[in-house]
């Protein structure tokens, strides 16, 4: 999970009192049996289009790419009807990860919004050996989305995070390796070894899959800072492409 930086809609603004009255006509013509299910009004192109982008397409929980993407209501529509066309309310996930959520209500049982202002994933989880734990022992905000996020693990992402850790392990012994027997005025091969720490640190950046992920093995890896020095020794850390990449993993690192 990683902070998400949310932008105004202001088309959802002008339309969010029609959309929720007209969600709220349907849920009583569902009471009345009339029709089986409420109006999905939250499913318009001017909605779906700029959430999914705020998250570069990912799921908002787990950041999965995997799947169809869902727009999920953080505080739950079936408690919150008045809500279901307010944009702050509204995130992207993943099928697995909203039917997780379900009606839990975040009122009562708080979570991590990271979309919300203020509110960084980091501050509240730590990632380590494909299990998520909470940064305070006392913080229900951060047990509830553990939780949420242990349940993907049970159920699919513990085996994706494992062969994750073991393609990380292999590029960074990689690297050692290609990186002592290296020459000083090779220069070729100096710049085929940064374009593979390059890549290495395309796995972290905010736009691919699991990044906070990715970030927290790469940068936790018991190898990392000695490899680093080397690199720098050796000539081969471009500190123009680097440094940047490596500051944008430590921000969404939950280390
Ligand atoms: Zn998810």
């Given at each position: 999970m990683i902070r998400l930086t949310r932008r105004a809609n202001l088309k959802l603004e002008q339309s969010k009192q029609t959309l929720t009255e007209s969600y709220q006509e349907s849920l009583e013509k569902q009471k009345r049996g009339e029709i089986k299910k409420a109006s999905r009004v939250w499913d318009k192109p001017y909605i779906k289009g700029p959430l999914f982008e705020m998250s570069h397409r990912k799921c908002a929980y787990c950041e999965s790419k995997e799947g169809r993407l869902e727009v999920e209501h953080f505080?739950?529509?079936?408690?919150?009807?008045?809500?279901?066309?307010?944009?702050a309310n509204l995130l992207p996930a993943c099928h697995k990860c909203n039917a997780i959520k379900g009606e839990t209500d975040c009122c009562k049982q708080p979570m991590v919004d990271p979309s919300r202002t203020g509110m960084d994933p980091k501050d509240y989880l730590i990632y380590r050996n494909t299990l998520f734990y909470k940064r305070s022992i006392d913080d229900e905000v951060a047990e509830n989305t553990r939780k949420l996020l242990m349940k993907r693990c049970t159920d699919e992402l513990s085996g994706v995070f494992t062969d994750m850790r073991s393609r990380i392990d292999d590029a960074i012994d990689g690297i050692c390796d290609k990186t002592k027997s290296i020459a000083d005025d090779d220069d070729l091969s100096k710049?085929?070894?940064?374009?593979?720490?390059?890549?290495?640190?395309?796995?972290?950046?905010?736009?691919?899959?699991?990044s906070a992920v990715y970030a927290s093995m790469i940068?936790?890896?018991?190898?990392?800072?000695?490899?680093?020095?080397?690199?720098?020794?050796?000539?081969?850390?471009?500190?123009?492409?680097?440094?940047?990449?490596?500051?944008?993993?430590?921000?969404i690192a939950l280390l």
């Open positions: 505080l739950c529509r079936s408690k919150h009807p008045e809500l279901v066309a307010e944009w710049n085929s070894l940064a374009g593979i720490v390059i890549e290495l640190f395309r796995l972290a950046q905010r736009e691919h899959a699991y940068l936790g890896h018991p190898s990392y800072s000695q490899l680093k020095q080397r690199l720098i020794d050796k000539g081969v850390w471009n500190g123009a492409t680097m440094d940047p990449m490596e500051n944008d993993a430590k921000a």
